[in-house]
């Protein structure tokens, strides 16, 4: 019996990260190391999901998944300064009517107008995107 787990848990060792490696980009960079990398991967977000592969599928929501942890991030940082005692503002405002893959569109084109930034990692470019398309009113 506990050579059966022990199996089973060698062929799950192995095989998980196989099939989890098929959500990577081609040239093994992930996609929160680079905006190239993130587009090379997320350039699939926003369309219908019958018009999707399996693997694009799988790439789209590996892609909003990232995202929504750095949006989540940001907040968390946020709500901890301020519990802290530290103002601390969102440096962007999505408006309630966005729905985050609009906000995640945003992203893709960032990245795809500014070249020049794609090097950068994917975070710094999502907080530059938010704050380009969605500015925080000045008082």
């Known amino acids: 019996m506990m050579h059966r787990i022990a199996c089973a848990l060698v062929v799950a ?27 090379s991967m997320c350039h699939e977000l926003g369309k219908p999901s019958g018009e999707l592969t399996t693997l694009q599928m799988e790439h789209a929501n ?11 991030g940001v907040n968390l940082e946020v709500t901890l300064s301020n519990q802290a005692g530290n103002l601390a503002l969102l440096p962007y405002c999505i408006p ?28 710094t470019l999502y907080g530059r995107a938010m704050k380009a398309a969605f500015p925080c009113p000045t008082h």
């Open 13 to 39: 060792v192995l095989v998980v990260p196989l099939s989890a490696r098929k959500a990577e980009p081609a040239n093994d960079e992930q996609v929160w190391e680079s905006g190239t990398a993130f587009v």
């Open 62 to 72: 590996w892609c909003m998944a990232y995202l929504n942890g750095v949006s989540d």
């Open 96 to 123: 309630p009517d966005v729905k985050k893959i609009q906000a995640y569109l945003v992203v893709i084109k960032y990245v795809q107008d500014n070249p020049a930034q794609a090097h950068l990692p994917t975070a």
